[in-house]
């Protein structure tokens, strides 16, 4: 028999005596996957091929606010100020969250969440967005649950989410059980004070096929996804080694090489998967550009148009002149 979400959280949420707030909110970054998780081994549970490891980025990301509604039947979901459709996918998908604590007895709740990044353009606000509303509703619920624990029911959200509970860098430990409870993400214990994230934000609209169908496309169709665990079991073991001994090359050049093997793997699906747009080229042409007149800098992209850049802290007066309108991000101060 297979194992529900529900089925998860229970075990894990078991015995607990919750203490009801009447409001919560709470915070959680977006991160940038160097190594990707991409491809499912439990469309179900979020559990996935590969190991995956990220860098949250700091003060970008998802903010939560949880509110009871007494009397209320339905929960009402507002993003960034506007209500959402009770039909829609997100709404659903929220409330499909919300009731994996419902036994526990909180009623409907009103939530009014806030993305720092564009909605669904391959920014993860599906990461941040499901480890905000994790750790929101942990609060109103005055539960105390270890970082694993919260992990866990993060993925149940989005898989990506599993990262987003940590700031700096985190390691998803692909796990091996069927019931996924050794599937949680870790953080790394590592400070780079050096290191930088530019994003380019190249556009905001939603994409047209979202990082689950994605997935879930490329799996079912790319024989060349065949390679694709192999291609990640070497980048993560290099991701570690590098952020270990500092070698900034090492990291860079791992992450872009992994990302554009993930983008091969989607263009080599049926229907083909290509996330990129022209600006998109362009960017990542004069990143190449860049890095061949001497400075150190490297791309990394997700299910989207939008490029995100790797460097430290010596290039990041040169990153400016050259890419005006990126956002410089510093993951660790
Ligand atoms: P992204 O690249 O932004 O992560 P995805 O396709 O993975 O794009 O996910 C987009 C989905 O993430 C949205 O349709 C919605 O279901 C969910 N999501 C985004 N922001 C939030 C939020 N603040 N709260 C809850 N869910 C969210
Ligand atoms: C390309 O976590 O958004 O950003 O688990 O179905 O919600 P679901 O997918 P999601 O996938 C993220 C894919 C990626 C790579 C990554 O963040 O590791
Ligand atoms: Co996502």
Known sequence: MSLTRTDISARILAGRQ??????????????????????????????PVNDSLSISLGNKGTTTRLTRLPGAEKDKVFLNGKPVDGESAFCRKVVAHIDLFRPLGSGALRVETRND???????????????ALTKALVGLYGLTLSNEELS??????????SRSIYSGFAHWHRGVRPDGMDSFASSLDVIWPELRVGVLTLAESEKPTGSREGMQRTVDSAILY??????????????????????????????????????????????????????????????????QDGVQVFATMDAGPNVKVLFESNSEPEMRSVFQSMDVIAPFS
Not at 238 to 267: C, K, P, W, Y
């Open 152 to 161: 866990i029911i993060a993925r149940l959200g989005s898989g990506s989410a």
């Open 226 to 291: 065949n390679s694709w665990p192999e291609q990640a079991d070497r980048d993560i073991r290099r991701l570690e080694h590098a952020i270990t001994v500092r070698d900034f090359t090492l990291l860079g050049s791992t992450a872009e090489q992994n990302a554009m093997a993930m983008h091969a793997t989607m263009l080599a699906s049926w229907p083909p998967l290509l996330y990129w747009q022209p600006e998109s080229v362009e960017v990542l042409q004069k990143v190449w550009q860049v890095r």
């Open 18 to 47: 919750p203490d009801i707030a009447d409001s919560f909110e709470a915070y959680a970054p977006v991160n940038i996957a160097l190594c990707k998780y991409w491809g499912k081994r439990n469309a179900v549970l979020n559990l």
């Open 117 to 131: 990044v564009a909605t669904g353009a391959g920014l993860a606000s599906s990461a941040s967005g499901f480890a």
